[in-house]
C-alpha cells in the first residue's frame, strides 16, 4: 500500500511483475546444484553469491536501458485495460493506492469479492477464460476500495 497524501487524481507508478524472489530463488538453487556437482566430482567447495539487486536489475533490464528513450512511465500498459483484475492497483479512501497480485483471478475471485464485503459481484465477474479475455477495469473511485487491505 502507498503512503497517503498522494495527489488527488494522479496514479503512482506501475509496478513490474513481482517475480524477482522467484528468479532469485531459481538462480540460488542452481547455483547450488552446480557447487554440489563441482564438490561430488572435484571435491572442491564453492562460494554461493547472489544478489537479489542483481537479479532484479537483469529482470529489469529492458526497463532501465529504455529508460532515456521512453522516460520513466515505463511500458507497463493502461491500469484499466488489465486482463487480471487481480494483478493491478487502485484507489483507497484514504488517497492511497494498493496493489493486489494474485495470479488466478478464477481460483481466487469468490473469496476475493466476500473479503470486500461483495459477495454479489462474485458470480457474473470471473469465468473460466478471465485471464486471458481482455476487459476494461474501471478506474477506482475513492469510494470504491476499503481504506486498508482485505
Known amino acids: ?3 497517503g497524501g498522494g495527489a ?3 496514479e503512482p507508478l506501475a509496478q513490474p511483475a ?3 524472489d522467484l ?3 531459481n538462480t540460488i538453487a542452481g547455483a547450488i546444484g552446480f557447487a554440489l556437482f563441482k564438490r561430488s566430482n572435484t571435491g572442491e567447495t564453492s562460494v554461493v553469491d547472489v544478489s537479489l539487486l542483481h537479479v532484479g536489475m537483469w529482470a529489469l533490464s529492458p526497463d532501465i536501458t529504455g529508460s532515456p528513450y521512453l ?3 515505463g511500458s507497463y500498459g493502461d491500469r484499466t485495460q488489465a486482463p ?3 494483478v493491478n ?3 483507497t479512501k484514504d488517497d492511497r493506492w494498493i496493489y493486489f497480485v494474485c495470479l488466478q483471478p478464477d481460483r481466487f475471485w469468490d473469496e476475493f469479492c466476500t473479503l470486500l464485503g461483495r459477495p454479489t459481484s462474485a458470480p457474473t465477474r470471473c469465468t473460466t477464460t478471465s485471464h486471458t479475455a481482455s476487459r476494461t477495469v474501471p478506474r477506482s473511485s475513492p469510494s ?3 481504506s486498508s487491505p482485505p
Open 18 to 20: 513481482a517475480f524477482f
Open 84 to 86: 487480471n483484475p487481480l
Open 1 to 3: 500500500m502507498t503512503p
Open 89 to 91: 492497483g487502485y484507489a
Open 8 to 10: 488527488a487524481g494522479i
Open 71 to 73: 522516460g520513466d512511465r
Open 23 to 25: 528468479q532469485g530463488a
Open 144 to 146: 470504491s476500495m476499503p
